[in-house]
């Protein structure tokens, strides 16, 4: 079996499993992200998220996560709603409407994994989705799954950016995919639509200090003065950057059951969210991203959205 073969078989592979998209990348250092990512975070984009800068040599280099590596296979996963919350309510991400995706993927990458040894015997490799040193977005784009938005994330000329990326980094030798061409062009929207600026005036950089997900997620301490009226109603990450972008009027539905969004969370209006007690919040949040931000994060971000309105 040639390598163009077995490539082949990795990808239907992931495909029957679900995965929406796949491509290869070659397991090497990355030099120019090497310098990208120095260059972000000595300018301090990172917030206070230090993690980002701990175990820099391993993001980069992925032979350092897999001793013996040889391929990164990059996979896309939907998580595009059918139904959305309605408009008198706090917003949440879209991502975040069903069961935790880290969960609910990584079960997916162990399922692939031990498929790909039982077809091509002993692999040593490990499985990620977004719970490692591992720049996804990079290794999408070095793969060919698209390439890296205005907005710094990943775009899918097919299917927009409603993604959650994964990946396994394995031993086992393949055909590897080439980057495809940026198709921003001249287009701004995702830039003039973020209120808190978090996106530089020319793009392809995000201050993260700055971002909604990073202000209602991250961030343990109070949300910053300078951010009253400007988080739009959004209490649990933001989709305003990927909203506007044009390239999401091509987002299909998912077909994930475990992302379905329970009809409590969609029915919430703003002041149930208001009213939010700690046994609501255990109960239709159990599985959910959301705990993420324990009851009391959601709380103040609640608060500070109720009570900085935007203008």
């Given at each position: 079996?040639?390598l163009t ?5 990795v990808?239907?592979?992931?495909l029957d ?7 290869i ?13 120095e260059?972000?975070l000595n ?13 820099f ?12 590596s040889?391929s ?9 709603p059918e139904e959305?919350?309605k ?5 949440i991400?879209?991502?975040a409407?069903?069961q ?5 993927i990584k079960?997916?990458l162990?399922?692939?994994l031990e498929?790909l ?8 490799g490990?499985?990620?989705v977004?719970?490692a040193p ?5 290794w ?8 890296i938005?205005?907005?710094t ?21 393949l055909d590897?995919d080439?980057p495809?061409?940026?198709h ?6 995702c830039?003039d639509?973020?209120?808190t ?6 793009g ?14 991250e ?5 910053p003065?300078e951010f ?9 990450g ?5 909203d506007?972008?044009?390239?999401n009027?091509?987002s ?8 379905e969004p329970?009809e409590e ?6 002041q149930?969210w208001?009213e ?8 239709v949040f ?6 993420r931000t324990?009851?009391?994060?959601l ?5 500070f ?7």
């Amino acid at each position: 079996m040639d390598l163009t073969q077995k490539s082949q078989i990795v990808k239907q592979i992931a495909l029957d499993l679900g995965f929406n998209h796949v491509g290869i990348g070659k397991a090497e250092f990355m030099e120019p992200e090497a310098k990208r990512l120095e260059d972000w975070l000595n300018h301090s984009y990172h917030g206070k998220m230090g993690y980002l800068a701990n175990h820099f040599d391993k993001r980069v280099d992925p032979t350092k996560l897999v001793e013996g590596s040889k391929s990164v296979i990059c996979l896309m996963y939907n998580y595009f709603p059918e139904e959305t919350q309605k408009e008198d309510t706090y917003k949440i991400a879209k991502y975040a409407y069903g069961q935790d995706y880290h969960s609910v993927i990584k079960e997916k990458l162990k399922i692939y994994l031990e498929l790909l040894r039982e077809k091509f015997g002993a692999i040593d490799g490990r499985c990620f989705v977004d719970s490692a040193p591992v720049l996804e977005r990079d290794w999408a784009k070095r793969s060919g799954l698209g390439w890296i938005g205005k907005n710094t994330l990943l775009l899918n000329k097919e299917r927009g950016s409603f993604y959650f990326l994964a990946e396994l980094i394995v031993d086992l030798e393949l055909d590897y995919d080439h980057p495809v061409k940026d198709h921003c062009g001249t287009c701004t929207k995702c830039i003039d639509a973020c209120p808190t600026e978090a996106i530089s005036p020319d793009g392809y950089v995000l201050d993260g200090s700055k971002c909604i997900s990073y202000l209602t997620i991250e961030l343990k301490d109070s949300i910053p003065s300078e951010f009253e009226g400007k988080m739009a109603d959004w209490i649990f990450g933001c989709d305003i950057c990927q909203d506007v972008c044009p390239w999401n009027r091509f987002s299909i539905e998912h077909r994930e059951p475990l992302f379905e969004p329970s009809e409590e969370l969609l029915g919430l209006k703003s002041q149930d969210w208001e009213e939010l007690t700690e046994e609501v919040f255990r109960q239709v949040f159990k599985k959910s991203a959301i705990k993420r931000t324990k009851f009391s994060g959601l709380k103040r971000n609640i608060t500070f959205a109720s009570t900085h309105q935007t203008d």
